[in-house]
Structures are given as structure tokens and as C-alpha cells.
């Protein structure tokens, strides 16, 4: 395990650059503080600090890299009164999200069947670039998944009513509209639910490795040797292009509100103005696109597992969080528009919003690693409310670019070594693999172990892959 340095903030104050409102602070141990050096993720994070209306502190996640405005991992919260909504601060991918689904089997009555089982998965639920799956939407019905999310998806047995009391917001995120949705953006999702698509989007068969807190795993249902499913996608090319229309909105009228940024991919708006209502209103739509999508997988992952093992491959939804998010929150007495940009909510066992089931332990948080490498559960804290707004890291973070993993290791070889610890991998294009190999990402242990010390959320169990899907 890797050890800890007692330095895990940093802080940079507002006069390392002009126009710098509030300080940056970034949570990382020494390494993974150097790490962040490596590109232009910090430069991001200060220019963050310039945004009008920006309060209290701009944070930066243990596993912050460079990204499109707001690096991911990048937390900042703006003012209702006179803060800015900024597309680059929820990123492409709008309520890109983890969900934990938890049977009763164990790795040991999996194992004869997972190459079988992944096999199953990789045909049921599609993945890759641009792929549709097998539900299509009418008009109408997209528009209901774009209000509605995942309630409307209880009418359709896609999903159960349980489902949504173990999701964020209940998978359905108020304030959603449609008509702030481009036609451009509908079509781009119509045929979309159910899909993983591509880059670090994963299924994931795991085993409960360890237990590190005995009290929470037992809320969770998590017991060592047991065989879970971590989901991770988003919006799809429907929030894609809500992003692309907004941005481009955003640097039109940027002038007309007399702001001035260092970043033109920082584009925003005023919260309360036309332009921050309708972008808030479209985010809010694809953030139900999103939630259903990985409901939609939820039910077609059901479906595999009971067929491969019958009612004993029961899965059941310990919790959906979702990152790539501006939410309207109330913090210190101030109603705040919080930006997590590749980070998630952790909220502690007082926070309201934290699902009934859990407020002896807090909400629960998934930080997945990458093939090969180990994923965790953990839960927030009341603390994390004055150390990040809630917040903490929604993975481990990438190291290196795609390209230049694809350099340093063929798809093929990243594959063999895979099988080679026992990895069941359904992955066609073997270039996604090399993208999205191990070693193109942080130490998710170092991490872990950061975000546990610094107290923004606490380690509950690790999982271990057993097989993959991936685009």
C-alpha cells in the first residue's frame, strides 16, 4: 500500500494570478501533486478561480487532469446571486455516473461460467462509438425520459421502484427541460439507452476483495468473495451535443454580460439569465437521459444474470452517483450552483439527501480504477461539506493521454496481459484497449488512500475485476 505524506492540500493563493477571486486547493500526496504538473490541469484550476461569482475555494481531486475548461477533477461553486453556469465545468459527457449492482453469488460460483457471462453482457448491452441499442425512442417517449428519467422508466419495467431510492436525485433531476434540448441533440440519443459507448466507459464483473469497514459494508449488502457489477457511462451523444450547442451559445453572449475570461473554453452565463435557465434546463434533460441509460443497462444486466444462474443471479442497486454535474445546493446558509467536472457528491450521514438506508454510515461513493487495477466503495462525510462542498473524486485519474498510451503498448498486449491475471475481456478494437490500459492511469490506491486521509469520504471495500466490457 502505498504511504502517505503528511502534506495532502495544497494550496495556491489568489495572488499566483491575476484575476484570481478565491484560492485553489488541490488534494494530493507528494507524487501525485507532481503528477498533476505534468500538464495544464493547476493553470485550469486558476483560471476557474476567475469566474464571476466563484465562492469560497476552487478544488482540485487527487486525480485532476487536464481537461476541456474545468480540469477533471475540478469542484467549484458559484453564486446563485451573481455566479456564472459554465458547460466546461460539467463537461461533454453530462452525468457521466457509477452504479454498483450487488448479487448473492460468489467469485467461486461465477467462475465457470464468467467467460460465458461477460460473453452474454457484451452481446446484450452495446458499446463502442455511435452504437445504438435496441430501444428505440419515439419523440414523445424521449421527451418523457427527458423530464421523467428514471420514473418513467418504472412504467416501462425497465426499472424497479427501489431502484430510484438508491439513485441520485432519484434519477430524476427537477427543472429538466426538452425544449432547451437541440433537435441535433435528440437524434443524436434517440436509439441510444442502453449503451455504454467508448473511451473509459466500462461493465465491470467484480469480486469484494476486501472489506475495510465492516459497519458500512453491511449497509451496503457488500460481503467479502461476493460478485458485483460496476456500470459507467453518461449521456451519450445526446448530452455530447447539449454541451457542443451551449458552449457555443455561451461565447456569443459572454460579451454582452461584460465578461472577460483567460479561458475561452471556460464560456458562461449568468445563472439567472436566459441563457444559464435554458443551458441549466437542457443539463437537467440529458441528466435524465443519463440516469436512465444506466438503468436501462441495470435491466439488461438483470436479464443475463438470471439467465445464467437463474434466481440466485438476483442483482440488486446499492447506489447510482452520478459526476459532470451543476447542482443548485445549499452550503453555509447560500444557495450555490456547485460544478463537479469528473467529481462526485459525498455527502456524510446528516446530509438530507442522503438515502434513508444509509444515514448511519453516509452516501454511498464508487471510485473505479482501470482494467486490472482495483475499484472502491467508499462513503462521504459530514466533513467533506467544509473540505469540498461534498465533493470527492470520481476515479483514478488519468496519467497519460490516449495517444500516448497507444505508443507506449499495443491494444493486443494490454489484452494478453489481462487473461494473464484471469480478466475476462470483451473489447473488439483492441486501440481502445491500449487507450485504456492500466498504466495510462494514477495509482487508484494512492488515490483512495488520499481522498480516505483527507477526510472527503471513507473507504468502505475494494472489488476486484473478474471480467470486462468495453467499447
Known amino acids: 500500500m502505498p504511504a502517505i505524506q503528511l502534506q495532502l492540500v495544497h494550496e495556491v493563493p489568489v495572488t499566483a494570478q491575476s484575476g484570481m477571486r478565491v484560492p485553489a486547493r488541490v488534494y494530493a500526496d507528494d507524487e501525485l501533486w507532481e503528477q498533476i504538473g505534468h500538464d495544464r490541469s493547476l493553470a485550469q484550476l486558476k483560471n476557474v478561480a476567475t469566474l464571476p461569482g466563484v465562492s469560497g475555494a476552487v478544488y482540485g481531486m487527487p486525480d485532476m487532469h487536464e481537461g476541456y475548461g474545468f480540469p477533471v477533477g475540478g469542484v467549484a461553486a458559484m453564486r446563485s446571486s451573481d455566479g456564472v453556469v459554465s458547460p466546461g465545468g460539467v463537461g461533454y459527457d453530462i452525468n457521466c455516473g457509477v452504479r454498483l449492482l450487488v448479487s448473492d453469488l460468489t467469485a467461486g460460483a461465477v467462475r465457470a461460467k464468467l467467460a460465458e457471462l461477460v460473453h452474454e453482457l457484451a452481446r446484450s448491452v452495446p458499446s463502442g462509438a455511435g452504437r445504438g441499442g435496441r430501444l428505440v425512442l419515439t419523440e ?5 425520459v427527458l423530464v421523467e428519467g428514471c420514473r418513467y422508466l418504472v412504467d416501462r419495467d425497465f426499472a424497479r421502484s427501489e431502484d430510484l431510492e438508491v439513485t441520485e436525485a432519484h434519477g430524476s433531476l427537477a427543472g429538466a427541460d426538452p425544449a432547451a434540448v437541440s433537435a441535433r441533440a435528440k437524434t443524436r440519443g434517440h436509439d441510444q439507452l ?6 473509459n466507459h466500462f461493465l465491470e464483473v467484480q469480486e469484494v476483495d476486501e472489506v475495510c469497514d465492516a459497519k458500512a459494508a453491511r449497509a451496503l449488502g457488500l460481503t467479502a468473495g461476493q460478485v458485483t457489477v460496476l456500470i459507467h457511462t453518461g ?4 448530452g455530447h451535443q447539449v454541451c ?3 458552449v457555443r451559445l455561451m461565447d456569443e453572449v459572454m460579451p454582452g454580460y461584460g465578461i472577460r475570461l483567460p479561458d475561452r473554453e471556460l464560456a458562461c452565463a449568468p445563472i439567472g439569465s436566459p441563457e444559464g435557465q435554458r443551458y441549466l434546463g437542457a443539463m437537467g434533460a440529458a441528466a435524465n437521459f443519463a440516469w436512465s441509460n444506466r438503468q436501462v443497462i441495470t435491466h439488461r444486466v438483470r436479464g443475463v444474470f438470471q439467465r445464467c444462474f437463474g434466481t440466485a443471479g438476483d442483482l ?12 443548485l445546493e445549499q452550503h453555509g446558509g447560500e ?4 460544478h463537479r467536472k469528473g467529481a462526485t457528491r459525498a455527502f456524510g450521514p446528516s446530509h438530507p439527501e442522503t438515502p434513508g438506508r444509509y444515514r448511519e454510515v453516509g452516501q454511498p461513493v464508487f471510485i473505479p480504477g482501470s482494467m486490472g487495477t482495483a475499484s472502491y466503495v467508499l462513503v462521504g462525510t459530514d466533513e467533506a461539506l467544509g473540505l469540498s462542498f461534498g465533493s470527492t473524486c470520481h476515479g483514478a485519474g488519468r496519467r497519460m493521454s490516449r495517444h500516448a498510451a497507444k505508443r507506449t503498448k499495443p491494444g493486443h498486449e494490454v489484452r ?6 484471469g480478466i475476462v475481456v470483451a473489447c473488439p478494437p483492441s486501440g481502445e484497449l491500449a487507450e485504456e490500459a492500466p498504466f495510462a492511469y494514477k495509482d487508484v490506491e ?3 488512500n488520499v481522498v480516505h486521509e483527507a477526510g472527503l469520504a471513507r473507504k468502505v471495500a475494494r472489488l476486484r475485476p473478474l471480467g470486462v466490457v468495453k467499447g
Do not use: F, P, W
Open 140 to 144: 414523445a417517449e424521449l421527451d418523457r
Open 194 to 199: 442502453g449503451t455504454i459507448g467508448s473511451g
Open 235 to 238: 449521456s451519450r451523444g445526446l
Open 244 to 246: 457542443t450547442d451551449y
Open 316 to 327: 440488486r442497486l446499492a447506489y447510482d452517483v452520478a459526476h459532470n454535474m451543476a447542482k
Open 335 to 338: 444557495r450555490l450552483c456547485v
Open 416 to 421: 494478453r496481459e489481462l487473461e494473464a491475471q
Open 446 to 448: 494512492r488515490v483512495v
